[in-house]
């Protein structure tokens, strides 16, 4: 597992025996930087198979369609389909000219029940959970070795601070049930549990 940071957005790199996954990326126009990342940690970009995003938010997705065009395919989870172009109205307003939108009909679609087996043929043993919590197409990825990446799921600690968060509280059981030993998020540091 490997850890890019090229802006405000986590991005990490999880090192199968048959490609690698990426999860996440930063917000459009900040390709120069990925590579830059990329070539400081030692990974090509022909060794990056698949690349998942926790949630279509600008920040987590930005470089999506980009990356399909180099070559990645987009692992695309069967309830983030009806909002992969969510960032798309954001970016137009912005100019960004480095932006491309996703490209649905080229990703792999793929449900949560059917993670485990697509991750294995990746040679990555984990499975991919829904998360909506913090968007309706938030999924988190648990690997098998403990690691739990949620995206922008608000930290378990948060919980204390709402009366009643029960999406929150809901997201959180079916992480905890699996017993993750550290959390990575999309922006904070990671803790250990
Ligand atoms: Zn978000």
């Not at 991005?11 to 930087?33: C, H, K, N, S, W």
């Not at 060794?47 to 980009?66: F, K, M, N, Q, R």
């Amino acid at each position: 597992m490997k850890l890019l940071r090229y802006g405000n957005t986590n991005t990490y790199y999880i090192e199968g025996r048959a490609g690698g996954l990426l999860v996440d990326t930063d917000y459009a126009g900040t390709l120069p930087q990925f590579f830059k990342a990329i070539k400081a940690a030692g990974i090509g970009l022909r060794e990056i198979a698949c690349l998942l995003v926790t949630h279509y938010h600008p920040d987590h997705s930005g470089l999506a369609g980009e990356l399909q065009r180099l070559g990645v395919t987009l692992l695309l989870v069967d309830v983030q389909r009806a909002h992969v172009h969510f960032p798309d109205a954001i970016f137009a307003k912005d100019r960004r000219p480095a932006f491309r939108p996703v490209d649905e009909s080229a990703a792999a679609v793929i449900s949560c029940a059917g993670s485990r087996a697509f991750l294995r043929g990746l040679g990555i043993n984990g499975e991919i959970l829904r998360t909506p919590s913090h968007s309706p197409d938030s999924v988190s990825l648990l690997l098998d070795d403990g690691t739990c990446l949620v995206g922008d799921l608000e930290p378990q600690e948060y919980l204390g601070g709402y009366a009643h968060n029960d999406a929150l509280e809901h997201d959180w059981e079916q992480i905890l049930q699996r017993r993750p030993k550290r959390i990575l998020y999309g922006h904070v540091n990671a803790r250990e549990l």
